[in-house]
């Protein structure tokens, strides 16, 4: 499993909201393209980038930002928020983004997600946010009545690379991921799962890790974004135990 640090981004800065709200911000970093580089430095394989101006104004907002981490990076970058066509699509893996993220977009039309996903091979992943199990849409501010897994099926043969998978309700509450909802959509699909929201602590991981384990289900990882910034989570530490060298 891998660590994905998460830099959620709102005019310009680095944010991280509390359940998603625009208006619970908390500015961890005016440089978003520096923050990049601390978590690479220290060791994270992978970026996680959420425009989060762009998933409520359906196209990308936080170009500029993007751009200057895209300028940094070693490590691949996965992008998601505003990302609602082809075009777009194209013009962020051209740009270098290794992974694009498609939220809103696969439960509006999902035929986007499928003829990206031919185009762009192991370029497209979708991001299901969850409210009490049913997807959410639009940055989170409505609640379809389709669930979570019923929505990951409808891509369970269109060549997702993978499937983010965020409990809105625990995101940013620093409360613990949702271990069960996570390990049940993971169980029910063949696509790989990445868990997003809640994580606090090295335990909070390390349930998860062993969840995942003990129900033999194919988590890629997990989303940490918080508990990175506030420093009670050890990137060095988290990233030992995911990859499975620590007995924490």
Known sequence: MKLFPAIDLKDGAC?????????????????PADQALEFQ??????LHLV???????GKPVNGDAVDAILGVADVPVQLGGGIRDLKTIETWIAKGIERVILGTVALRNP???????????????????????MVAVEGW????????IDLGRKFEDAGISAII?????????????????????????????????????LGDLNKLKTAAE???VDLEGAISGRALY???LDIGQAIALLKGTSDA
């Not at 035929?111 to 199990?133: C, K, L, M, T, Y």
């Open 15 to 31: 944010v991280r909201l509390l359940k998603g709200e625009m208006d619970q911000a908390t500015v961890f970093n005016d440089s």
């Open 41 to 46: 430095n220290s060791g994270c394989e992978w």
């Open 51 to 57: 425009d989060l101006n762009g998933a409520f104004a």
């Open 111 to 133: 035929e986007i997600v499928i003829e990206a996903a031919a185009a762009f091979p192991g370029h497209v992943a979708v991001g299901i946010d969850a409210r009490g199990g």
């Open 141 to 148: 501010a409505e609640t379809s009545d389709m669930s979570a």
């Open 165 to 201: 998978y965020t409990d809105i309700d625990r995101d940013g509450m620093m409360g613990g991921v949702n271990v069960s909802g996570t390990v049940d959509l993971a169980r029910a699909l063949t696509i790989p799962v990445i868990a997003s929201g809640g994580v606090s602590c």
């Open 214 to 216: 003990d129900a033999d």
């Open 230 to 232: 506030d420093g009670r």
